[in-house]
């Protein structure tokens, strides 16, 4: 309900709610299950973007989540997104690498692993967004990356077509929408003032 908040702009009702997920942790009935200590960690990651002391509690739930089960590969995911969003590129990639030596389609591991390789600027992370997207058609995240690179390389007309995949499946989607808008902009068409506005 928080990431929803959140995704909806409601940033006070997120941060109420990522609260409320902290307190209600101390109140279940039974021990945490791996699945509960991933959403603590969600809870704390996304609190951790006002409070950066919150980074090091979603790293701790994460790992506690891993502790509880080790081949869960949502919280090793997890744990690589958020190495990445803190700059930290080998533990990124080492926690993704984990899942592909168990999974190789794993289509967020593989996502991740593109992510890396964008922002290590050693290696193509066309592979990888390939083998995310044969999993996972329907991958926003993974078709907004492929996008953003096509733009890169000034295919303003291919950035489009993949802008336009990825709101097919969320028309409101902030990441899309920001290629679609630059695209268009590059291209001096029109239809770059409505974009803004939607977004």
């Known amino acids: 309900m928080g990431q929803l908040a959140e995704a909806r702009g409601d940033l006070d009702g997120a941060r109420t709610l990522f609260l409320a997920a902290d307190r209600a942790l101390a109140r279940l009935p039974g021990r945490p299950t791996a699945g509960d200590y991933v959403a603590i ?70 996502l991740g692993m593109a ?46 077509r993949e802008a336009r995949k990825a709101l097919e499946v969320n028309p409101t989607d902030s990441g899309a929408l920001a290629v679609l808008a630059a695209s268009q902009w590059l291209r001096g068409d029109a239809a770059f003032d409505r974009t803004r506005a939607m977004v």
């Open 41 to 110: 960690g969600t809870a704390y990651r996304h609190l951790g973007r006002e409070n950066s002391g919150y980074f090091r509690q979603a790293l701790e739930a994460y790992d506690r989540a891993l502790a509880l089960d080790n081949g869960h590969h949502e919280a090793r995911v997890l744990v690589g997104e958020l190495f990445l969003e803190k700059y930290n590129g080998p533990d990124a990639a080492a926690s993704f690498r984990e899942v592909l030596a168990v999974e190789p389609a794993h289509a967020r591991a593989n």
């Open 115 to 160: 992510r890396h390789a964008v922002f290590d600027g050693t290696a193509d992370p066309s592979p990888f967004l390939t083998k995310a997207l044969e999993t996972n058609p329907r991958l926003v995240p993974a078709i907004v990356l492929r996008a953003r690179l096509l733009l890169d390389r000034e295919d303003t007309e291919a950035a489009e």
